[in-house]
């Protein structure tokens, strides 16, 4: 079975803080992106990567920057935590050239005081 | 501009209450219409892929339909333990290798017993 791990179920953190969401799939998939889900408003794309250091913009980045260093690991990061960050992460991967069938992580709660 | 919504919002049925959710979209070149069922506190896991108008999958007692407009999901005598979100979500031709998802906001189904 495909596994897609977030590091963290749940994270409380302060305005202004730097936070890193990680996440980690075993599959050798190379794409690999980052959601986040906020109620009436669904999932919304923030960055995706294709491949090692490669990564684009999805429909959301601002505030979000990624790093995608290993092909297992891609890493969201929140330069400087703000109140409207607080939200559901979701993380999500799939293999080139198959469908795409997106595998999910359970998700990291993000609570930004 | 793509869009994806569902409806309902939310849908309270009786065990054995068949019913259907709906999907609209509007996207220019699609590639595939996905739903994925999400329980609380988890991902999304994917349930059903379809590509062509008058395409039809069935899993348990789940049936997915496709037209060039809505994607129904039908739920024919639903148990308890089909109570979830179900969400819709369209990859569009972007003409390169991206292969992103718009994901509406999702129906919610509780089914009482």
């Known amino acids: 079975d495909v596994k897609v791990t977030q590091s963290s179920r749940y994270l409380v953190k302060r305005t202004g803080e730097k936070v890193f969401l990680e996440c980690v799939q075993d599959m050798d998939h190379e794409n690999m992106f980052w959601y986040r889900q906020d109620p009436g408003l669904g999932l919304r794309l923030i960055y995706f990567s294709y491949d090692v250091k490669m990564k684009e913009k999805g429909d959301i980045p601002e505030g979000y920057s990624v790093s995608r260093e290993k092909k297992e690991r891609f890493s969201l990061i929140l330069e400087s935590a703000s109140t409207n960050q607080t939200s559901m992460y979701l993380c999500a991967s799939y293999p080139r050239g198959a469908e795409n069938i997106q595998y999910f992580g359970a998700g990291t709660r993000l609570s930004v005081l | 501009e793509d869009q994806v919504t569902q409806s309902p919002e939310a849908l309270r049925l009786q065990e054995g209450e068949s019913s259907s959710l709906n999907c609209s979209y509007t996207?220019?070149?699609?590639?595939?219409l996905f739903w994925y069922r999400q329980d609380p506190g988890k991902g999304p896991e994917f349930l059903f892929t379809l590509y062509s108008a008058g395409e039809e999958k069935e899993k348990e007692r789940l049936k997915a339909t496709l037209t060039k407009k809505e994607s129904f999901l039908h739920i024919t005598a639903p148990k308890p333990e089909d109570s979830a979100t179900y969400l819709c979500a369209v990859q569009r031709d972007y003409g390169g290798a991206t292969n992103k998802l718009i994901f509406g906001t999702g129906t919610l189904l509780a089914v009482q017993p």
């Open positions: 996207v220019s070149g699609l590639r595939g």
